[in-house]
């Protein structure tokens, strides 16, 4: 079935740093969207990127669409302690209402 | 006022036993899921309703049956649980199909 392959699982960084993280697949898809997660929380729409090679940003974060449609990317600037939790790409599958997510990557920020 | 509620928020309870979940969505839209999410922090959709019918049923066990009385509640009900269904189980809805999901807080199951 179809996957999404999100890298890295894990990422310790420093308050202040920038982070990357990417979603790949081997299916296109006409959608990418980017979800936080809060510890105790459910999911929270960050990001929804509509057409291949867009950029949008929203505050400290900023996604790209890739022009391939079969990956996405995330970045975080300056990171800061609230940035703390799990990030999952997510894409809808064939309009039939059903949403698949990546594995997630969840932000660490060391002391 | 909550967008997404789900009760209860954690659930303790012996293999074998019935158990629900309720759901409740105030924002008007037509689709409602639920997913499950293992220890792992994996997020598996399980189901999907658009205006109380059923979309999805994404190879779950007979033993979880969903039920929508109307489009705002999307119940869960669980026969026989076994250990492998303790997970955290996450109601959301949607105002139309492209992935703008409005998750509730989590149903934490465990089960003993």
């Known amino acids: 079935g179809q996957q999404l392959n999100q890298s890295p699982q894990s990422m310790f960084i420093q308050e202040g740093e920038d982070v990357s993280m990417n979603c790949t697949s081997s299916?296109?898809?006409?959608?990418w969207l980017w979800y936080k997660q809060d510890p105790g929380e459910g999911p929270v729409l960050l990001i929804a990127?509509?057409?291949?090679?867009e950029l949008t940003s929203n505050g400290r974060l900023t996604a790209q669409f890739g022009i391939t449609r079969k990956d996405s990317f995330l970045n975080i600037s300056a990171s800061i302690p609230s940035d703390v939790g799990i990030y999952f790409c997510?894409?809808?599958?064939?309009?039939?209402?059903?949403?698949?997510f990546g594995k997630g990557t969840r932000l660490h920020i060391l002391p | 006022d909550t967008a997404v509620s789900q009760t209860p928020k954690y659930l303790v309870t012996q293999m074998g036993n019935d158990k629900s979940i309720k759901c409740e969505q105030n924002?008007?839209?037509?689709?409602m899921y639920w997913y499950k999410q293992d220890s792992k922090k994996f997020l598996k959709i399980m189901f999907s309703?658009?205006?109380?019918?059923?979309?999805i049923n994404e190879t779950v066990p007979n033993r979880f049956s969903p039920k929508s009385p109307d489009k705002a509640h999307l119940n869960l009900h669980i026969n026989s649980l076994e250990l492998g269904d303790s997970a955290v189980y996450f109601c959301?809805?949607?105002?139309?199909?492209?992935?703008?999901?409005?998750f509730g807080e989590g149903s934490r199951l465990t089960v003993l």
């Open positions: 959301a809805s949607s105002p139309h199909w492209d992935g703008e999901l409005f």
């Open positions: 299916s296109i898809f006409n959608t």
């Open positions: 990127l509509y057409k291949a090679g």
């Open positions: 997510a894409v809808p599958v064939n309009r039939d209402d059903k949403i698949i």
């Open positions: 924002l008007g839209h037509d689709t």
């Open positions: 309703y658009n205006n109380k019918e059923l979309i």
